[in-house]
């Protein structure tokens, strides 16, 4: 029996540039142990030209890219996710949709790369993808099918805390 492939979403208010940044790392980095989506309670409608230029910098395909709102993903044909992280502190405090499944959620925010300017721009940009990259190295090192909701609710919340982690970091998806 094939083993179970999860599926997880990352929510930002945008969805131009950390969300996905998650989805394009944990697609990756899942290696098809995860389906990641991304989504915005108000999407810019477009992604970041800087977040699709440094994910293509490190070797990571854009293609499909896109910025979504998280309504598309509240439908009875929408996937049924085992994760949600927020990734901006805007997006932790919104009301967000009743997911079906109740899926695991947490908030793992960092800092807006999108509002640096300028100089200092791409490097923010990199930073950005660096932690979030860390974070789902320490989820996918997480033994997922053993842990009770309990003990995987404090992992992902450690997990959020990590280096780079924005001040808020009680709240919820």
């Known amino acids: ?6 599926n997880v979403l990352f929510l930002c208010t945008g969805n131009s540039a950390r969300s996905i940044i998650g989805e394009v790392l ?30 293509a910098g490190f070797g990571f395909s854009t ?14 044909d929408a996937p049924r996710f085992d994760f949600i992280f927020t990734v ?9 949709p009743v997911w079906s499944g109740h899926p ?29 990259r860390r974070r789902i190295e320490l989820f996918l090192e997480l033994p997922i099918e053993s842990l009770d909701a309990l003990a995987m609710q ?4 450690e997990i959020g805390r990590s280096e780079g982690a924005t001040r808020i970091t009680e709240h919820g998806a």
Request: aromatic content about 8%; proline content about 5%.
């Open 1 to 6: 029996m094939p083993d179970k492939v999860w």
């Open 26 to 55: 944990m697609n990756h980095d899942g290696a098809g142990r995860f389906n990641a989506y991304s989504a915005g309670s108000q999407p810019k409608g477009a992604v970041h030209p800087m977040a699709l230029q440094v994910l």
């Open 88 to 96: 901006c502190d805007n997006a932790a405090g919104e009301s967000c």
């Open 154 to 157: 404090r992992k992902l919340k």
């Open 63 to 76: 293609e499909g890219l896109r910025s979504k709102s998280w309504d598309e993903f509240s439908g009875p």
């Open 104 to 132: 695991v959620t947490a908030h793992w925010g960092i800092e807006d790369p999108a509002a640096v300017e300028g100089e200092g721009q791409r490097e923010a940009f990199v930073q950005a993808l660096r932690y979030l």
